[in-house]
């Protein structure tokens, strides 16, 4: 799942706070003794390895920073309070110029948090498992994270320039990456808040503003993908997967036991219940108006202990016997992954974007066995050899062409957005069509 928010100015603090016992008790640790800790230059840092006293601290691990935005600036390993505070704010870190045209205005926005989660079976999963097979998942978690904001920096990172921003230009970004184990209610729920910062540089160096709309247009995209990375690495582990509506959930996990650590969720349907309400706009508002203040949190240990005793009275047990790496799992075809993605289309619109299609046919990957990047690169490359027509009414093409059950056409542009439709939708419409004509 992947969630975006805007975030207000003063968010920081919120991250920050969580990690300020780690960021002390690290340091005291390390004093005592004497131990040298990886230089936060070293790629090393972006792995647990950095966490090896995290589990026995209070509070989440350290933030990370991600993005070449962040190297071009000169800021690599782990996040600092004086680090993202002035650049929250539109300032250099070190400088204190202002980097942006709004720095330290009071209405300026900070940046967004783009919350990747987990699914709860992985997280359960993460709970229960040895400390080694632990920080295997947490590497698969970040490692998915980074890949999604590679995909996003590469094709949807943009910043304008000229009178009321006509000009785009790519961009890289500026991103703050904490790590995060627990929802409210202290369940397990592995999750990744990255702060994109509203701080870019343009290709001449410059900085800039971020253009945020194509995150929050291809949000479903990106949340798609980084269940598919997730997917991958799991699968390599040894994990079978199987579909759960949109994502994916790990065979193995007992049922009863994913909802039973779904504490939140359950608090939110029933808020729902109450109100008479449903959609996604009514569970915003659930989840806020049901999201209980977060305290401090114990340290990890205690947690996983108290993870694993719950996760046992459902019959859970090592979390090594559902893994097996000598038997992958069965792998479908690209075919299948496309024609399950464009029946989905079909019953849910008459027509849908490029965006929707890969979004759908990524959705399908993880329980086919199928690698995201390879399945991405496959629905592109079917869409821009399907059957082109200009005209919902032309009946000639249909009747020329044999049918098959894949046949996407292509009906142009329409608010800036490409649009296809299915043979299906346009027999239908002809249909309805001739029905009218008979009528008059």
């Known amino acids: 799942m992947l969630s975006i928010k805007k975030m207000g100015r003063g968010s920081e603090n919120y991250y920050l706070d969580l990690t300020g016992y780690y960021l002390a008790g690290r340091r005291k640790r390390a004093q005592a003794l004497g131990s040298v800790f990886a230089d936060p230059g070293d790629p090393a840092v972006l792995t647990p390895s950095i966490y090896l006293t995290q589990d026995d601290l209070p509070g989440e691990p350290?933030?990370?920073?991600?993005?070449?935005?962040?190297?071009?600036?000169?800021?690599?390993?782990?996040?600092?309070?004086?680090?993202?505070?002035?650049?929250?704010?539109?300032?250099?870190?070190?400088?204190?110029?202002?980097?942006?045209?709004?720095?330290?205005?009071?209405?300026?926005?900070?940046?967004?948090?783009?919350?990747?989660?987990?699914?709860?079976?992985?997280?359960?999963?993460?709970?229960?498992?040895?400390?080694?097979?632990?920080?295997?998942?947490?590497?698969?978690?970040?490692?998915?994270?980074?890949?999604?904001?590679?995909?996003?920096?590469?094709?949807?990172?943009?910043?304008?320039?000229?009178?009321?921003?006509?000009?785009?230009?790519?961009?890289?970004?500026?991103?703050?990456?904490?790590?995060?184990?627990?929802?409210?209610?202290?369940?397990?729920?592995?999750?990744?808040?990255?702060?994109?910062?509203?701080?870019?540089?343009?290709?001449?160096?410059?900085?800039?503003?971020?253009?945020?709309?194509?995150?929050?247009?291809?949000?479903?995209?990106?949340?798609?993908?980084?269940?598919?990375?997730?997917?991958?690495?799991?699968?390599?582990?040894?994990?079978?997967?199987?579909?759960?509506?949109?994502?994916?959930?790990?065979?193995?996990?007992?049922?009863?036991?994913?909802?039973?650590?779904?504490?939140?969720?359950?608090?939110?349907?029933?808020?729902?219940?109450?109100?008479?309400?449903?959609?996604?706009?009514?569970?915003?508002?659930?989840?806020?108006?049901?999201?209980?203040?977060?305290?401090?949190?114990?340290?990890r240990a205690e947690l996983f202990e108290r993870w694993q005793e719950h996760n046992r009275h459902f019959g859970f047990g090592d979390v090594r016997d559902i893994m097996d790496p000598d038997k992958p799992q069965r792998q479908g075809t690209f075919q299948q992954a496309i024609d399950a993605a464009i029946a989905r289309l079909n019953d849910q619109t008459s027509h849908f974007t490029k965006t929707d299609f890969l979004e759908a046919a990524l959705q399908e990957a993880p329980a086919l066995g199928l690698g995201s990047d390879a399945v991405l690169r496959e629905a592109q490359s079917f869409l821009e050899h399907v059957t082109l027509v200009r005209s919902v009414t032309s009946a000639s093409v249909l009747q020329k062409e044999p049918p098959q059950s894949h046949d996407v056409f292509d009906l142009g542009s329409h608010q800036g957005h490409q649009r296809f439709t299915t043979r299906e939708v346009l027999e239908e419409e002809q249909e309805l069509l001739q029905s009218v004509e008979a009528l008059k």
């Open 62 to 299: 350290a933030g990370q920073w991600l993005g070449r935005g962040s190297a071009r600036l000169g800021l690599c390993g782990e996040v600092y309070p004086n680090e993202l505070k002035p650049l929250m704010l539109g300032f250099h870190p070190v400088t204190g110029q202002p980097l942006v045209q709004n720095a330290g205005a009071t209405n300026r926005v900070p940046g967004w948090d783009l919350t990747f989660s987990a699914p709860k079976s992985v997280s359960v999963a993460w709970s229960q498992a040895d400390e080694e097979l632990r920080r295997a998942l947490q590497l698969a978690h970040a490692q998915s994270v980074a890949a999604t904001l590679d995909l996003a920096e590469n094709y949807l990172a943009y910043t304008r320039t000229g009178k009321r921003g006509v000009n785009y230009l790519r961009a890289e970004v500026v991103v703050a990456a904490f790590e995060h184990g627990t929802s409210r209610n202290e369940d397990a729920q592995l999750h990744t808040h990255c702060l994109v910062l509203n701080l870019t540089i343009d290709p001449l160096g410059l900085t800039r503003t971020l253009y945020s709309r194509p995150l929050f247009v291809n949000r479903n995209l990106l949340g798609a993908y980084y269940r598919g990375q997730l997917a991958d690495r799991l699968r390599t582990m040894g994990f079978r997967l199987r579909k759960h509506g949109t994502s994916f959930e790990i065979v193995g996990v007992p049922e009863k036991l994913i909802w039973a650590s779904s504490t939140r969720r359950r608090e939110i349907l029933a808020y729902l219940k109450t109100q008479g309400r449903s959609g996604a706009v009514a569970s915003a508002v659930a989840t806020l108006e049901t999201r209980a203040a977060k305290g401090e949190l114990p340290p």
